[in-house]
Each structure stands twice: as structure tokens, then as C-alpha cells.
């Protein structure tokens, strides 16, 4: 198949859509990706010159009373434009989006050709893309199963929240080795995903003077911004810490940890659940709909848990977290397991398989 997938905007949405390339790759299809104009997907697909890929010019979608609803229509002509001269000489067989503006130009230029189209929505509530392009897809693939009664008049198949193939757990010592990190003192991993870095490192420098004298290091990955200060602070209050701005091969800092404090966008929670990391999780409050609330909610049913606002985060209360997982390793051991039994199993490959399987001329007789 000659497959295009629209996966650009945010880490959440570009990560998973490099995964399913990747399968199908390796199963000998064709794959073109679209991007957004965005920095962080020109730096994720840096050495990536195995994947043909094209920008498309297309901005979140404003309050339809906004004077900017007029750029918004402009970018989004320009996009689909774009997509249909491209289609002509790629003709694909099938598109994917998965979920932003990016998709929803390429999905609709999918429709008009008559080839099947697919979106993939990652969080327990979809977004505004998810919702407007969901209405012409042959089927809506689900990072979670509670996100089915939001598309009720199209299939949806649970297909869970593809990761990449790179993301393989290594030996913890090595890991922690590689980072500079002693081999025998329980590790927390700080990071505030690809928005959302500085309430978290607001958050973990309160704390730190109460979590002295603890038996902890810590990782933490707090985005270009805030290094230096935070990096300050572990030397002040004499906590051991790796500090990063980024770490590029995350399979070492997931690897290293025993558990985390981080956002709850669902691909953050994927490759979490992917390394049995159980995790303090303080939802962006400025996500669409609160989602990811509602993402985190699930991992805390679970018992892998523990939510906290980003609003009730006086320093106290998130060392307090920390030292009670901490000072009970049998409850960290539990929820360990719990996060292991939310991994996605093959996502990117059932991705591709369904794909496959509605591409097939006579899949619908089979339904």
C-alpha cells in the first residue's frame, strides 16, 4: 500500500505516527508523512532520511468569531491544495491522521479521492481535529477503550497508543551507569513532556529542600528553559540528579527509573506503561477539554497511578507524594505491575493490520 501519515504538531501526536511508519516499513508498504511548520517536528525527524515527508501550513483551529478563523481558512485551502497535487503523483491507497489541524487536510483530500481514511485518537477525550474529521473516516483507532462513545455513528477499533520501536527497556544498572547515576538508590524521573515543562520544574524546585537526606537521585528533563536553575537547585539542596534539557534516547532515562512525576498527554503514558513505571501525574491544565485529567484518571483507577493539580501544588504536598511511594516499596512494587498491565501490546502493528484489513476489496462483505 502507498500509506500517508498526518501526524505533526506535538510530540503526542508525531511519535506514535513515526511508530506505525515504522511497521509499516518493515512490512514492505510505501509511506509518506505530512508535518506541521513546527520546530519540534523538523527536530524529531532531524535524522530521519529514511521517511519522504512534506510540511503542510495548517494552525490550530480558532473560535469561529476570531479574526483569525480567516488565516485558519486560508493555511487550511493551502493544505488541502497541497495534499491533492501531492496525491496525484503518490496516489495513496489509504490515509491516516493522527489527530491536530495536520490531519484534517489530508484526511479530507483522502475522502475526496474515494481511498479509505483513518484517524487515530490517542487520549480518552478527542480533540476538536479528531471530532470534525472523524465524521469521514472508515473507522477511528483508539488509544483507550473509554474514548468509544465520543464517535457514535462510525466503527472504532482499540488499538491502544503505538510507541516507537527504539523505546526497548535495557539493563537498569547500565542505564543508570550511562547516566552518571549510582546503581543502588531508587530513581525518580521528572519531565514535563513537549508543552509543558515549567509548572513541573516549578513544582519539583519547591520540594526539594524537603526531600533532602531522602534515598533518592533523580533524572530530570526540563526543557531548554529552566536547566540551568534547575540543575542550581539539585547542587543546592545536595540531591544526586542527571539534568537535561532533552534526552534523545529515552529507552535509558525510562530504564534507569523506578518511577515517575510527568504529564499525562497519552503518549507520555504509553511509553510509561511500556517500561512498568507507575508515575505522579499532574495533568497539563491548559489541554483541550482537560484530557488529559481524564488520561491520568485511568492510569489511577488502575492503582498505577496518583493524580495531583497542577493548581494544588504547594511544595509540601509533592514531596510528601514522593516520600510516601518512596518509604513503601511494596506499594511501588504493586503499582509497578498495575502500569505494566496498561502497556499497549503491538499498537503500531494493529495500527497497520487494520488498516490492512479495510483496505482489502472485500472487507465489507466480511462485516
Do not use: W
Request: aromatic letters at 6%.
Amino acid at each position: 500500500m502507498n500509506t500517508v501519515i498526518a501526524c505533526g504538531g506535538t510530540g503526542g501526536h508525531l511519535f506514535p505516527g513515526l511508530a506505525v511508519a515504522e511497521v509499516l516499513r518493515a512490512r514492505g508498504h510505501e509511506v509518506m508523512i505530512f508535518i506541521s511548520e513546527k520546530e519540534i517536528d523538523a527536530l524529531a525527524l532531524s535524522g530521519r532520511s529514511d521517511f519522504r515527508f512534506h510540511k503542510l501550513p495548517t494552525i490550530g483551529l480558532p473560535s469561529p468569531f476570531s479574526p483569525a478563523i480567516l488565516g485558519f481558512l486560508r493555511r487550511f485551502n493551502e493544505s488541502l491544495s497541497l495534499c491533492r497535487g501531492i496525491y496525484r503523483k503518490f496516489k495513496p491507497h489509504v490515509v491516516l491522521g493522527m489527530g491536530g489541524f495536520t490531519s484534517t487536510a489530508p484526511v479530507l483530500a483522502g475522502k475526496m479521492r474515494g481511498i479509505p481514511t483513518f484517524i487515530h485518537e490517542s487520549n480518552a477525550i478527542p480533540g476538536k481535529a479528531n471530532r470534525l474529521t472523524g465524521r469521514m473516516v472508515r473507522a477511528v483507532l483508539l488509544g483507550f477503550k473509554e474514548c468509544a462513545p465520543f464517535f457514535p455513528k462510525v466503527r472504532t477499533e482499540v488499538t491502544g497508543t503505538p510507541i516507537r520501536k527504539d523505546l526497548q527497556r535495557l539493563d537498569r544498572k547500565i542505564a543508570r551507569q550511562r547516566l552518571g547515576l549510582r546503581e543502588d538508590l531508587l530513581t525518580l524521573l521528572v519531565m514535563g513532556g513537549s508543552q509543558g515543562a515549567s509548572g513541573i520544574n516549578q513544582a519539583m524546585i519547591k520540594s526539594l529542600p524537603e526531600l533532602q537526606g531522602a534515598p533518592i537521585q533523580v533524572i530530570h528533563l526540563s526543557g531548554a528553559r529552566d536547566e540551568r536553575l534547575v540543575a542550581d537547585n539539585y547542587q543546592r539542596e545536595k540531591i544526586p540528579a542527571h539534568v537535561a534539557a532533552f534526552h534523545h534516547a529515552m529507552e535509558e532515562v525510562y530504564s534507569a527509573a523506578d518511577f515517575a512525576i510527568a504529564r499525562s498527554g497519552a503518549a507520555s503514558l504509553a511509553e510509561l506503561a511500556a517500561f512498568s513505571l507507575p508515575a505522579i501525574l499532574i495533568p497539563f491544565p491548559y489541554a483541550a477539554e482537560d484530557h488529559q485529567t481524564r488520561n491520568a484518571e485511568i492510569f489511577v483507577r488502575a492503582d498505577a497511578g496518583v493524580i495531583l493539580k497542577e493548581s494544588d501544588l504547594a511544595g509540601d504536598l509533592l514531596a510528601r507524594k514522593i516520600r510516601e511511594l518512596t518509604g513503601d516499596p511494596s506499594k511501588l512494587l504493586r503499582m509497578s505491575e498495575n502500569s505494566a498491565r496498561l502497556a499497549p501490546k503491538n499498537a503500531a502493528a494493529l495500527v497497520v493490520e487494520t488498516m490492512e484489513r479495510y483496505t482489502q476489496p472485500n472487507h465489507d462483505a466480511h462485516l
